[in-house]
């Protein structure tokens, strides 16, 4: 496998998680009525929007295709989401912690790719951005969670 196939399929897995990040969120917001909350959510929505555009642009970059979806085990987080959702007592605390979930995989998966993956420099700017940005989600949703608890 060619060293820009090999780079292109780490950043469609990336990008795939992404494409199920935005729609979890997107579930998410439609689920909480904390109007705080529910605006740290929408604008997670459209970070992950974001993302999925500069990894495709970077994929493209390689001569790659980027995917074009998300993945089974998103589609299986959200349903199980949605269905912890409607059975909790406190909606938004139970949304706040699948978003730690969620989060907590998507900072892994980018450690992982960082750490093990030589990259050029623009991607590896890119993916440091991208990871920065989903850590601080991560301690925002672990604020909006102590405060709404």
Do not use: C
Not at 53 to 59: A, F, M, R
Not at 83 to 96: A, G, K, Q
Request: hydrophobic share 30%; proline share 2%; no cysteine.
């Amino acid at each position: 496998m060619k060293y820009s196939e090999k780079i292109s399929n780490k950043l469609n897995e990336l990008l795939e998680k992404t494409y199920d990040a935005e729609k979890g969120y997107r579930l998410a917001a439609d689920k909480v009525e904390n109007p705080a909350v529910k605006k740290f959510l929408n604008d997670k929505v459209q970070q992950r929007y974001n993302f999925g555009h500069e990894l495709k642009n970077e994929i493209s970059e390689f001569g790659q295709l980027p995917d074009k979806g998300g993945s089974f085990k998103g589609d299986m987080h959200r349903i199980w989401m949605n269905l912890t959702s409607t059975l909790s007592n406190n909606d938004t605390e139970r949304i706040l912690e699948e978003v730690e979930r969620g989060e907590k995989a998507s900072l892994e998966e980018y450690n992982e790719i960082l750490k093990e993956t030589t990259l050029p420099m623009s991607t590896e700017n890119l993916l440091t951005k991208q990871r920065d940005a989903i850590k601080a989600a991560l301690e925002t949703a672990k604020r909006f969670e102590t405060a709404v608890a």
